[in-house]
């Protein structure tokens, strides 16, 4: 075993356990991770001494905070965009056989889990949540979008919350995410260590989870419901900021707050989150996947996801100057091209 690997890959006991293993980059996903995980998998399906999968990422900060984005921005940008598309493709197709995967598939997760983090973990069968899960999808105030899955699962969350969140990239945690399904269980932190080997000896999953299981709490999200739905289930992401200023008008600070923080998203990116959550309710998971890839295909095209990652992850100066800047002047074909499809070049499924 290379304690140096970016990802381990190792057998235990009953379990076929994934540990991301770049602890100083958040457990950020590299191309090398997405193959290796996926080699994993597929050899741990067809071994009948492995009848579980365990994820769970290196240090306490996070599960896996994402994709290596600045890489890929610097790819974008520097005319390497085959070799770009490469990690999105096979990231997406990872994200398909963990979906579809024979085997339990179980992620342990006691940090930040966001982006590509989301990809491995909410399409699998169990989601356990300790005491430092913190989820978001936060694309939009990056230029970017909702994707690994997101477009699939965002939609079938209750009510508008999945709209909500793709729209505002808001944080959630553990008692949010119980309540949304975004996690199966939750867990304190100091039982995640004795709940990894009691799955790794065999014990039955859901024994070992119910036995590990502790109540997170209210889930702060819950009194603000009737707003989210009322508010998010506009027929445009203009609309809902309408209904957000009016909530805003009548008292609510949630809504008020809500309305500001979207006012700094690209809007460019929150129309096509818009439309990835209004369509992707109608659509199976490998359609989703294939959706996606059409809009990551094109994102390079604009300029706001170079300009986001300029102002939130490299200058740090939160200052965007997005393109175009208000939500009036996005063009409704300009969204639509990000659906079309690519022809030869569109996602293999299968």
């Not at 109540?215 to 009194?223: F, I, K, N, T, V």
């Amino acid at each position: 075993m290379d304690e140096n690997a970016e990802v381990i890959c190792e057998k235990q006991g009953q379990a076929g356990v994934l540990t991301l293993n770049r602890p100083r980059a958040l457990n950020a996903l590299t191309l090398t991770m997405v193959r290796e995980m996926r080699q994993a998998l597929e050899t741990w399906a067809k071994d009948p001494q492995i009848t579980r999968v365990i994820v769970q990422g290196a240090g306490e900060k996070a599960f896996c905070a994402g994709g290596d984005i600045r890489r890929l921005t610097d790819l974008l940008q520097a005319g390497e965009r085959d070799e770009a598309l490469a990690f999105w493709r096979e990231e997406y197709q990872l994200n398909i056989l963990i979906k579809r995967y024979p085997k339990p598939y179980i992620s342990l997760i006691d940090g930040i889990v966001m982006g590509g983090g989301v990809g491995i973990s909410l399409h699998g069968s169990y989601r356990v949540a300790a005491e430092r899960y913190l989820f978001a999808m936060p694309e939009v105030g990056i230029g970017f979008f909702p994707d690994v899955g997101a477009t699939y699962a965002l939609p079938r969350l209750p009510g508008q919350t999945g709209m909500y969140l793709a729209l505002t990239g808001e944080r959630v945690k553990r008692a949010d995410a119980v309540m949304l399904g975004l996690a199966t269980h939750s867990v304190a932190s100091e039982v995640i260590e004795s709940l990894r080997q009691t799955l790794i000896a065999g014990e039955p999953i859901n024994e070992a989870l119910a036995k590990a299981a502790s109540d997170p709490g209210p889930a702060p999200l819950s009194e603000h419901r009737a707003v989210i739905d009322s508010c998010f289930s506009a027929e445009s992401v203009a609309t809902v900021l309408q209904r957000l200023d009016e909530a805003a008008g009548k008292g609510s600070e949630f809504a008020a707050r809500t309305a500001a923080g979207m006012r700094t998203k690209s809007p460019t990116s929150m129309c096509i989150a818009f439309e990835q959550v209004r369509r992707g309710a109608s659509l199976d998971f490998e359609e989703a996947m294939k959706t996606e890839f059409r809009i990551v295909s094109r994102i390079g095209e604009g300029k706001d996801f170079f300009e986001g990652v300029r102002a939130v992850l490299i200058n740090k100066d939160n200052q965007p100057r997005w393109e175009p800047a208000s939500l009036d002047a996005v063009k409704r074909e300009a969204i639509d091209h990000h659906f079309a499809s690519l022809g030869p070049h569109e996602l293999e499924t299968a």
